[in-house]
């Protein structure tokens, strides 16, 4: 199933310029005409001398063994990256998987942009590196017809090698390189592409290309990083979010063993920046760690030492008797509609604070050298890194050199930058690298969190069991933060709503209000953000609506999705939304699990739900069983997705929506963090449980529709339609709407 | 500090560290083994999972000083050619996603492997308990145990 794989992770002490001329030495070719364009307009290779390897851009390079060498430009973060876009090039350019090498690139300009987030990694590159290979290919074949004198189109490309079949001749890729170096780079726009239905290698099951350095514990991730002389580093913040330090023990802590040196950094006011702290720097994690123990900090807690989660609930309560502070959306006359509506229904929706909880806890290593900085980061945002260090430090960027390790997972913690400023700042304190590693506590402590919130939906039906109405008041959370010399209120991730969101567009009387509470809680994006939350509360408040309008949930959507298939936004930089899509994947999703078609038993149920994001379109159908004592089982769940044309890696595409239906269970049923005083109260993962796996449904069914849509990716969008699908299936089960998350706290008792 | 002769993955390792230092930051900072992974330092998360005499321990709860004349073996040392039967598994079925948590599930693996060549989903279930994977690749983690089991089932007959 898998195949055969080599992949090469680049030391870390080892820069990609090093990295590369190893590679090329170890491959008994010498690297010509490198052409790494600062500018990163050109990606061309200098044909200019004799060539032993064949570069005709900065993700490729044939040597004259034959051996293909692909940069992955992407991190990796476990969302398979470094695999599936080598994999388009290795289709195009017509090259045995297996005599492929992965290596994964520094950031740099001439790669373009580098940001994993937004499950944009694939549509932004697929077409580009289709035809980056297509563009190699062409110019392997034009070097091959050179040497033989004939037509290129006679020749033909296939297994690393160019073949002329009438006279059966065959030269491998590692012999036309000489030549192939000669020849001018045709314009990319101008090759040909392959046929999909040729397609060999995209759409198989290809392993991940670092399983096999995974399996064994090899040096992977930010926190196997070591170098010589290497320091390691802890850095304690203020427990309330920004607090400021008044003074610190540090004459003590700096006559501890092993310890190197403690120092307080002062910081900026930037909530996801480098916040106050003290920092201590040892000569091996235990010793910092255990030094730490005995750090003794005055803190100024300032005004956030004020906010708890429940006085955010008991300020969303009042915030939700008045009109919102920003009207979102006006379509028709929603008072109206409610008091003509045969039936209404009136509900309130709410979800805590989260933590990403990356497995691997944030760090990063720097190293001070001669006013500049070299960075090794386990990042999702590599540019965010350089940037941040920057501004804050002062240093060009010219003058910082990041390498992107391997993330022990992403979901958009490592979207934020703020480890890495703040080892960069510990690192200029002295000479040596320093590595800095956060504590599971830290990690819980001081995320940039999903933030909370609270719908207060009503929605009116008429005679005919129509929805008419939909009026949500969305009571969110924002942080102060000085913009252009002036004082605003910005919304955290996930805090804001677009006028389109589904149902908006769709309901002819549809009132969306928000009002944001300003908080001192540091937010940021959190795998699928805004759609992890708001695919609850309105898929799940639609099957109430269904429900009250004695209507088939699945047939009650269907309805509401309406005739059209293309729905343009209404909104600047709105999207426009394919229903057409969405009711096959709907359809399809209900023939594959069987919708209705079974008389359950009470305390057995089916849900159904759908969320377009992130470019896909997604529907999913849970079946649960929930015992009279509460208990839930997840014991099936059929996910259908469409997102494109194309799946490139199967493997890596399965995986992704496995993973994701797992994590919006373990995120449903337990994932809550409680905040007082200004602080989070959790500290680890004895208190803040994640889901392991005698929680996992038995059966996770994985089908994909293919349209004639553009490539998208898969990180996100199969997330957001578990938690709906899982709630309305516990309503069917067993009459208990489930308002409140988590599950943990909701009883589910029956009789 | 106090001075220690450990034996990991088959060797006889010198080390000098505190006596509360945790087997893990040993095993990373000092050995450079760093396939044993800092999660949660509290064992709850199970990804620093090693074999203390085939056993499977928790490195971060486990002071070096306890260690003694046990046989420690790591993710590193786990088959001398990376080939062990789950090794070849999780390759084969293309378990991992990030990948961090994958080398202490490997070593509980191997271990419930040794006591039960053939596990059923609920043994599988109970022992693998204590090792979260936060990208959630739970149905391959089962899967890739009944793989290794028909492989190493093969390899013995």
Known sequence: MTRAMRSVTAQPDLGRRVFLRQASAGAGALVL?????????????????????????????????????????QPEIGQGIKTSLPMVIAEELEVNWRDVVVVQGDLDPAYGGQTAGGSTSTPNNYTDF??????????????AAQIWKLPPGECVAADGAVHHRASARSLGYGQLVAVASTLPVPDAATVKLKDPKDYKLLGTRVGG????????????????????????????????????????????????????????????????GLMPGVAIVAESTWAALSARRQLKVSWDEGAV????????????????????????????????????????????????????????PQNCTAWARDGALEIWAPTQNPAAGQNLVASTLGISKEKITLHITRSGGGFGRRLSADFIVEAAAIAQRGRAPVKLTWSREDDLRHDHYRAGGFHFL?????????????????????????????SVLQPGSGAS???????????????????????????????????????????????????AAGRDPLEFRLALLGERDLVP???????????????RVLREVADNSGWG????????????????????????????????????????????????????????????????????????????????????????????????????????????????????????PAFPPLAPAVCNAIFAATGKRVRQLPLSRVDLRWS | MSHYTLHVNGQLREVDAAPDTPLLWILRDALGLVGTKFGCGIGQCGSCTVHLDSEPARACRTPVSSVGKQKVVTIEGLDPQGAHPLQQAWQELDVPQCGYCQGGQIMTAAALLREKPRPTDAEIDAAMAGNLCRCATYTRIRAGIHRAAEIAAKGKS
């Not at chain 1, 969306?512 to 300003?518: F, N």
């Open chain 1, 33 to 73: 005409g490198v052409c790494w364009s600062p500018d990163g307009g050109a990606v061309l290779a200098s044909g200019s001398a004799a060539a032993a390897a064949f570069q005709p851009s900065v993700f490729i390079r044939i040597a004259s063994t034959g051996a293909v060498t692909l940069i992955s430009k």
């Open chain 1, 130 to 143: 289709q035809r980056l290979g297509a563009t190699a290919r062409t110019m392997l074949v034009q070097a």
């Open chain 1, 209 to 272: 290309v670092d399983n096999a350095a995974v399996v064994t514990g090899k040096p992977l991730f930010g926190i196997d990083v070591r170098l010589p002389g290497m320091l390691y580093a802890v850095y304690e913040k203020c427990p309330a979010f920004g607090g400021k330090v008044v003074s610190a023990n540090l004459d003590a802590i700096k006559a501890l063993p092993g310890v190197r040196d403690a120092f307080v950094i002062e910081g900026t006011a930037n909530l996801t």
């Open chain 1, 305 to 360: 030492a004020a906010q708890s989660w429940d006085g955010f609930a008991t300020q969303a309560q009042a915030l939700s008797r008045q009109p919102g502070a920003t009207l979102l959306r006006k379509d028709g006359d929603v008072a109206a509609a409610l008091a003509s509506a045969a039936k209404t229904v009136q509900a309130e929706y709410s979800y805590p604070f989260i933590s990403h909880a990356n497995l691997e």
């Open chain 1, 458 to 486: 009503r929605g009116a039906l008429d005679a005919g069991g129509r929805l008419t109405a939909w009026h949500n008041h969305f009571v969110t959370f924002a942080n102060r933060v000085t913009r252009d010399g002036k």
């Open chain 1, 497 to 547: 709503l677009s006028p389109d969101e589904f149902p908006g567009r769709w309901v002819p009387n549809c009132l969306l209000e928000l009002t944001a509470i300003e908080c001192g809680i540091p937010m940021g994006p959190w795998r699928a953000p805004g759609s992890n939350v708001y695919a609850w509360v309105f898929q799940s408040f639609i099957d109430e609506l269904a429900h």
């Open chain 1, 569 to 583: 936004p209404t909104v600047e930089r709105g999207l426009p939304y394919n229903a057409g899509r969405m009711r």
């Open chain 1, 597 to 716: 078609r079974s008389k359950l038993p009470r305390g057995q149920g089916q849900g159904i739900a759908f969320h377009f994001s992130h470019r896909g379109y997604v529907a999913q159908v849970a079946e649960v069983t929930v015992s009279k004592a509460g208990e839930l089982k997840v014991d099936r769940v059929v996910v259908v997705s469409d997102i494109g044309a194309q799946i490139v890696n199967l493997s890596g595409a399965e995986n992704q929506v496995q993973g994701s239906v797992i994590d919006a269970l373990g995120t449903l049923m337990f994932q809550q963090l409680d905040i007082q005083h200004g602080q989070v109260v959790q500290r680890n993962f004895n208190d803040y449980p994640m889901i392991g796996i005698s929680d996992v449904p038995p059966r996770i069914e994985v089908h994909f529709l293919k349209t004639d849509q553009p490539v998208t990716g898969l990180g996100e």
